[in-house]
């Protein structure tokens, strides 16, 4: 390689540090460059990055496909939402309780799902949606069926002496932003771990994995409660910014957009579903201002996508950001 070669690479190099600083500008100066609405649609990204986190481990990397998100994004959502109306408890406190009650109610649900294959399996997860709609409908002592709980509080956090209450959308911005922050570093933290290669081993030839000693079953079962654990935290924010939930919750709309950010960003890349929750939520959340193009011209990106771009947009995002720093 030429000395011309080695600095102009070196140069390319130093891209990705402003880079960097320019999109963390970006993030944090968000409310005050944008409209409320779009602050409103970049918190409702947030939000669903938490659940789509949870299904790219399980899709992306272990290779499971799954519709259950909604199902534990919606009990997530009531688990903190009974806590704060009735017990006036703090948002900490009902944000690790959904996280943990959509885990914990993933066991049994997964034992004899996760035995079955393909399409049977996702069937099967469909069908938690439709029990977990049916009981927010019809268990009206607790839920208050459609009717939905109401009056939720914004997140309240009490610290010793120290209390204070998140409210107004620039300071829900902030905190869904750390949650979102949060939830990408765990998520890496996870997939390069070595149980994460173990789950990437069973994606790619799960029988192989078996034959070498990986209890594929098991990595499976955890997989799936760590992916509803997902769900529940993004379920909590969601009741805590809209402040009412109901059995809409659990609809299934939720469950495919969740699908859709993680195939669409590019599955099996953390990278793919922080930039699809951005692109498939904050887009159709900012399309609501025309309501007669927004569905056409999100139809158009799932076109092109299908089309033009069939491991999702990450990829391409990947490459751009590699010839920046120099690569090939």
């Known amino acids: 390689m030429s000395l011309a070669q080695t600095t102009q690479q070196a140069r390319r190099r130093d891209l990705r540090i402003p880079l960097a600083a320019v999109l963390i500008v970006l993030a944090v100066a968000a409310p005050f460059i944008g409209s409320r609405y779009v602050t409103h649609a970049l918190i409702i990204a947030l939000i669903f990055m938490l659940p789509a986190h949870g299904l790219n481990l399980l899709v992306g990397y272990t290779g499971l496909l799954s519709l259950a998100q909604a199902a534990f994004f919606g009990i997530g959502a009531y688990t903190a939402s009974l806590l704060a109306v009735n017990y006036g408890t703090p948002f900490y406190v009902n944000f690790a309780a959904a996280a943990l009650v959509s885990g914990a109610l993933a066991l049994p649900l ?122 529940g935290a993004g379920g909590c924010l969601y009741a805590h910014y809209l402040t009412v939930v109901s059995p809409l919750t659990f609809q299934m709309y939720y469950s495919t957009t969740m699908l859709i950010i993680v195939l669409g960003g590019g599955a099996g890349l953390i990278s793919g579903t922080v930039f699809g929750s951005l692109l498939f939520v904050g887009l ?11 569905m056409i011209i999100y139809g158009i990106c799932l076109l092109i996508l299908v089309f033009g771009f069939k491991k999702g947009f990450a990829p391409l995002i990947n490459r751009f950001w590699s010839a920046i720093g120099g690569g090939k």
């Open 110 to 231: 997964g034992i004899p799902a996760l035995r079955l294959r393909s399409t049977s399996f996702v069937m099967c997860t469909l069908g938690f949606v439709i029990i977990g709609q049916a009981i927010a409908k019809n268990w009206i002592s607790v839920t208050r069926g459609d009717m939905g709980l109401s009056a939720i509080p914004k997140p309240h956090f009490a610290l010793g002496p120290l209390s204070f209450n998140v409210s107004g959308t620039t300071n829900f911005y902030y905190l869904a932003l750390a949650t979102g922050i949060l939830a990408t570093l765990l998520a890496w933290a996870i997939v390069k771990s070595p149980a994460g290669r173990n789950m990437v081993a069973i994606r790619e030839n799960e029988t192989l994995a078996e034959s070498v000693g990986i209890p594929t079953w098991r990595y499976k079962l955890i997989v799936f409660m760590i992916s509803a654990a997902f769900a």
């Open 284 to 294: 159709t959340e900012a399309l609501r201002v025309t309501p007669e193009l927004r």
